[in-house]
């Protein structure tokens, strides 16, 4: 079966808005500088859109030495080179990491635009993924998260209103797997080549209009009466797929893979 890439998205700072690409590299722990930042409270504990929805208005871009940052919610764009120094140790949903603290200047700006102590950390060290052989910087378990247009298609028939696919802030965007097509692939080959894994579990965040941080229950509850299953021992309502990165290449908007 062949599957058209239409959208391929990275996230530089975790939980924060995406930025759309045309092309993307594909490296051993997803696309290249995704989820290459993140924010902590003070103890290292990772922050989200789960409990800052605010975070889907900051918008960051990152060419690998510089950070910036705007947002509606600050006077000024946040603008950093990165800073070296000791790693310090942080957790994403319990399990332990590393970061490199990027100052008081990135603090300060965070703290005030999202009225909440914290600091941003810079990825590093190596952190493997939960099952399947391979790495990650600050994404939750998995480096690659893959969705088909068909599906969020199928979903936006059973809303009352359709829903944009940043609400499920996905890397790859697919087309031609027909609606929940990815459920079934393992293998997607290309210029890179990636196993799907899992099913991508789903949270409030998709809850959070990743436009004005408002959040209304209605996408969970609509996926929550057919998309609920058992994954890793647990019931979770799923909606796409994650994968580990296979072989390296550089994805492009309009490539065909092919799945199997």
């Given at each position: 079966?062949?599957?058209?890439?239409?959208?391929?998205?990275?996230?530089?700072?975790?939980?924060?808005?995406?930025?759309?690409?045309a092309?993307?590299?594909?490296?051993?722990?997803?696309?290249?500088?995704?989820?290459?930042?993140?924010?902590?409270?003070?103890?290292?504990?990772?922050?989200?859109?789960?409990?800052?929805?605010?975070?889907?208005?900051?918008?960051?871009?990152?060419?690998?030495?510089?950070?910036?940052?705007?947002?509606?919610?600050?006077?000024?764009?946040?603008?950093?080179?990165?800073?070296?120094?000791?790693?310090?140790?942080?957790?994403?949903?319990?399990?332990p990491?590393?970061?490199?603290?990027?100052?008081?200047?990135?603090?300060?700006?965070?703290?005030?635009a999202?009225?909440?102590?914290?600091?941003?950390?810079?990825?590093?060290?190596?952190?493997?993924?939960?099952?399947?052989?391979?790495?990650?910087?600050?994404?939750?378990?998995?480096?690659v998260?893959?969705?088909?247009?068909?599906?969020?298609?199928?979903?936006?028939?059973?809303?009352?209103?359709?829903?944009?696919?940043?609400?499920?802030?996905?890397?790859?965007?697919?087309?031609?797997?027909?609606?929940?097509?990815?459920?079934?692939?393992?293998?997607?080959?290309?210029?890179?080549?990636?196993?799907?894994?899992?099913?991508?579990?789903?949270?409030?965040?998709?809850?959070?209009?990743?436009e004005?941080?408002?959040?209304?229950?209605?996408?969970?509850?609509?996926?929550?009466?057919?998309?609920?299953?058992?994954?890793?021992?647990?019931?979770?309502?799923?909606?796409?797929?994650?994968?580990?990165?296979?072989?390296?290449?550089?994805?492009?908007?309009?490539?065909?893979?092919?799945?199997?």
């Amino acid at each position: 079966m062949i599957a058209v890439i239409t959208a391929l998205n990275v996230y530089p700072v975790k939980s924060a808005a995406g930025v759309p690409l045309a092309e993307a590299e594909m490296a051993p722990d997803g696309l290249r500088h995704d989820r290459a930042f993140m924010l902590v409270r003070p103890d290292g504990r990772h922050l989200s859109q789960r409990e800052v929805p605010a975070l889907a208005l900051i918008h960051p871009a990152y060419d690998g030495t510089k950070l910036t940052v705007t947002s509606p919610l600050a006077d000024a764009p946040l603008i950093c080179a990165e800073a070296d120094g000791p790693a310090r140790d942080v957790t994403v949903h319990r399990r332990p990491c590393l970061g490199i603290d990027q100052g008081d200047d990135a603090a300060g700006w965070f703290r005030e635009a999202l009225g909440i102590s914290c600091r941003l950390v810079r990825f590093t060290g190596t952190r493997p993924t939960k099952r399947g052989g391979g790495t990650l910087a600050y994404a939750d378990g998995y480096p690659v998260s893959v969705l088909s247009q068909e599906s969020l298609d199928d979903l936006n028939h059973r809303m009352d209103g359709p829903l944009p696919m940043n609400r499920f802030r996905p890397n790859i965007v697919l087309s031609g797997l027909g609606a929940y097509g990815e459920d079934g692939v393992t293998r997607l080959r290309g210029a890179a080549e990636i196993e799907l894994v899992k099913p991508c579990g789903r949270c409030v965040i998709i809850n959070t209009d990743q436009e004005t941080a408002e959040r209304s229950p209605a996408p969970l509850r609509a996926l929550a009466t057919y998309r609920t299953q058992r994954s890793d021992g647990a019931r979770e309502i799923v909606f796409g797929r994650l994968g580990v990165p296979r072989a390296l290449g550089t994805l492009r908007v309009g490539d065909e893979l092919t799945a199997s």
